[in-house]
């Protein structure tokens, strides 16, 4: 099966890494997706960078943190679990009371097993997460007057940088899919790597083709700044030539099959998704509204942006009691769980790479005579077929497939292919 190798390569070897926006998690991650895959482009932006509204922040790393109480014993440890630290923390090394160090504490009281996954990228603090059981058991058994001695041995680079993969597989065409993914969540399977197997599963399956009919681009980035400083570094090509594609995240349950459509649920992606799922017998699936967004669709349908990239989940984040806590490991995601999704997401790119979506290339209505598609003799029948060119030109935008086209003005797809190609010989689309 294509997807044993990576579920299993992220089960042991990735998850255990601590990832965040910047620093050596993510860059071991990559390090290790470019040794299954020599081709991928590990690419970097410096840090301060402007993009857009925002900026590359300072490349963090972490080697430690840990807090010992009064007898000596290491009762909170980074090594053992990397999300008991909140992202991002800055370093510090002094000797604290028990309620200042609870002050700095991050737990769920309702999931008392569970410790939180907790950041705070963009303003400097630091503190450390907790099951609530231990949070309980630490206010219980020690006194206000007891201190505690905290360390973490973090580092911010202002000269550092933010990292990201790409892979591409060139079609016979200069239209492109986009799949993108993140990896910038510390030791979580199904909001972090879940759509990272089933990422690299698809470039597995795909790069075998040797004639594709549109072009895949894969990438591999840090949530929100990670698609923010993408799109600001690769906006005239995403725009000329991505037609649609998707955002891979909570991939990997077996609880759900749900989506995103993109900003107005009318892309090709959005009909190839829907197509996949009526191919697959997939009956039971829910379909988000772009209100709930909280992942890279945001960014990639933003105004202005609009790639009209559709998201594709298991169940979706912040759905599922586990997300963003320790109890999102490998119990939750299991092989038939991804298994299930890459289905789904390999289904939705064969539908898309394979339908036709046409292309005005005239702006504003073109001059059919002078190409022998406007009559110079009026009948009724020659008016009826110029106004069926006229017709499928107003949707040959790029946002519409030939079948959609034909339902837009009412003919058959076989008369409306014909129509497509009769226009592509007189050089009006592509």
């Keep these: 099966m294509t997807v044993n190798r990576y579920y299993f390569l992220a089960k042991k070897t990735l998850f255990p890494l601590n990832r965040s926006l910047t620093g050596k998690g993510i860059k071991n991650t990559l390090k290790i997706i470019k040794k299954e895959f020599p081709k991928l482009k590990i690419k970097k932006i410096k840090s301060g960078t402007k993009v857009f509204d925002w900026r590359i922040p300072q490349e963090w790393n972490i080697s430690d943190a840990f807090i010992i109480d009064k007898n000596g014993n290491k009762i909170i440890d980074f090594k053992k679990n990397n999300l008991h630290i909140v992202g991002y923390s800055k370093p510090i090394n002094k000797t604290i009371s028990r309620d200042n160090l609870l002050n700095n504490l991050f737990t769920i009281k309702k999931q008392p097993n569970a410790i939180p996954y907790i950041t705070s990228y963009y303003k400097k603090r630091w503190g450390f997460c907790l099951s609530f059981n231990q949070f309980k058991k630490l206010k219980n058994e020690y006194k206000k007057s007891d201190k505690f001695k905290v360390v973490i041995k973090s580092s911010f680079n202002k000269k550092g940088?933010?990292?990201?993969?790409?892979?591409?597989?060139?079609?016979?065409?200069?239209?492109?899919?986009?799949?993108?993914?993140?990896?910038?969540?510390?030791?979580?399977?199904?909001?972090?790597?879940s759509g990272p197997i089933v990422s690299m599963s698809l470039i597995n399956y795909f790069k075998k083709f040797k004639n594709l009919n549109k072009s895949l681009r894969f990438i591999f980035i840090p949530e929100t700044i990670g698609s923010i400083a993408y799109i600001k570094q690769n906006f005239n090509k995403l725009k000329s030539n991505v037609i649609g594609g998707y955002n891979l995240s909570c991939i990997g349950d077996e609880k759900n099959h749900s989506c995103m459509m993109s900003k107005y649920e009318n892309s090709p992606s959005d009909e190839a998704l829907l197509e996949a799922y009526k191919k697959l017998k997939i009956k039971k699936y829910k379909i988000y509204s772009f209100l709930k967004r909280g992942s890279d669709e945001r960014q990639f349908n933003s105004p202005g942006i609009d790639l009209k990239i559709t998201s594709i989940f298991r169940t979706k984040y912040?759905?599922?009691?586990?997300?963003?806590?320790?109890?999102?490991?490998?119990?939750l995601v299991t092989l038939k769980g991804v298994q299930g999704g890459f289905n789904v997401a390999k289904k939705s790119i064969m539908i898309l790479m394979n339908k036709i979506i046409p292309k005005n290339k005239i702006l504003c209505e073109p001059q059919m005579g002078k190409r022998g598609l406007y009559p110079t003799i009026s009948t009724k029948e020659k008016k009826s077929m110029t106004k069926n060119y006229m017709n499928f030109l107003q949707y040959a935008d790029g946002n519409n497939s030939i079948e959609k086209i034909a339902n837009k003005i009412n003919l058959s797809f076989k008369l409306t292919k014909k129509i497509f190609l009769k226009l592509k010989s007189k050089n009006l689309v592509y």
């Design 161 to 193: 940088f933010l990292n990201y993969g790409e892979f591409f597989l060139k079609g016979n065409s200069s239209d492109e899919i986009l799949i993108s993914t993140y990896v910038c969540h510390p030791s979580m399977a199904n909001n972090e790597l």
């Design 318 to 331: 912040g759905e599922f009691p586990e997300y963003h806590t320790s109890l999102d490991n490998f119990k």
